[in-house]
């Protein structure tokens, strides 16, 4: 879709993946495209059940939309944490073979409290967010840190002056630094741990 144009026609695609936003899912006042896109989401998801993933802020879009509710964290999360993957997840399905403890880039200050439990399963969590992976039947999949990350990626996120602020005060005095240092270092570790999911969900959705 353009920019602040229409949302594409359902038929003409196979997938959805929605990606992260400094955006709230609560705000639609602020931002009222909110209020259509939620209502795509939910009609791709439950109605259709055609494939989906979210990161971020499309993560939270599909815990709304499954029912759940999405608040305000009492503390924000904010640059490379460990993420605690359950032990039976990581034998099959989408979290075949990740690392049971991997430290993931976080950037979040919002996170799905709670979900139904009708067809959902929740298959990752942190020290400060219980609810990081999810997946809904086996055709909706969802994180809420950062795979798609990249040196790049940070670099672009921090020419947003509102992200760099939050960035600066979760990470303190050369945080930022020690951030990028992290990735340089543990590039390789990251990247094959992204594509362990991109390829799991491929596998997981495709399936006849």
Same mark, same amino acid.
């Given at each position: 879709m353009s920019r602040n144009g229409p949302l594409p026609t359902c038929e003409n695609f196979d997938a959805l993946w929605v990606m992260g936003g400094h955006m709230n899912v609560w705000e639609e006042t602020k931002y009222p495209w909110l209020i259509q896109e939620k209502s795509f989401? #939910?009609?791709?998801? $439950?109605? $259709?059940k055609k494939p989906f993933f979210g990161i971020c802020l499309g993560h939270q879009l599909l815990g709304e939309a499954l029912g759940? &509710?999405?608040? @305000?964290? @009492? &503390?924000?999360?904010i640059g490379f944490k460990n993420l605690s993957v359950d032990k039976n997840a990581i034998k099959e399905g989408f979290l075949r073979g990740f690392p049971t403890h991997q430290s993931v880039l976080q950037g979040h200050s919002a996170e799905i409290t709670n979900l139904p439990a009708n067809g959902v399963s929740v298959l990752a969590s942190s020290k400060l967010c219980s609810i990081q992976v999810i997946q809904y039947l086996n055709h909706a999949f969802s994180v809420q840190?950062?795979?798609?990350?990249?040196?790049?990626? +940070?670099r672009d996120w $921090?020419?947003?002056?509102? !992200? @760099?602020k939050d960035f600066d005060k979760a990470l303190g005095k050369s945080g !930022?630094? #020690? +951030? @990028?240092s992290f990735y340089k270092k543990n590039g390789i570790t990251l990247k094959?741990?992204?594509k362990v999911l991109y390829k799991n969900w491929i596998s997981e959705t495709t399936r006849t």
């Amino acid at each position: 879709m353009s920019r602040n144009g229409p949302l594409p026609t359902c038929e003409n695609f196979d997938a959805l993946w929605v990606m992260g936003g400094h955006m709230n899912v609560w705000e639609e006042t602020k931002y009222p495209w909110l209020i259509q896109e939620k209502s795509f989401i #939910k009609n791709w998801v $439950l109605n $259709l059940k055609k494939p989906f993933f979210g990161i971020c802020l499309g993560h939270q879009l599909l815990g709304e939309a499954l029912g759940g &509710t999405v608040e @305000k964290a @009492k &503390t924000p999360e904010i640059g490379f944490k460990n993420l605690s993957v359950d032990k039976n997840a990581i034998k099959e399905g989408f979290l075949r073979g990740f690392p049971t403890h991997q430290s993931v880039l976080q950037g979040h200050s919002a996170e799905i409290t709670n979900l139904p439990a009708n067809g959902v399963s929740v298959l990752a969590s942190s020290k400060l967010c219980s609810i990081q992976v999810i997946q809904y039947l086996n055709h909706a999949f969802s994180v809420q840190f950062h795979p798609e990350a990249i040196e790049n990626t +940070l670099r672009d996120w $921090l020419s947003i002056p509102q !992200i @760099k602020k939050d960035f600066d005060k979760a990470l303190g005095k050369s945080g !930022i630094d #020690k +951030l @990028k240092s992290f990735y340089k270092k543990n590039g390789i570790t990251l990247k094959r741990a992204a594509k362990v999911l991109y390829k799991n969900w491929i596998s997981e959705t495709t399936r006849t």
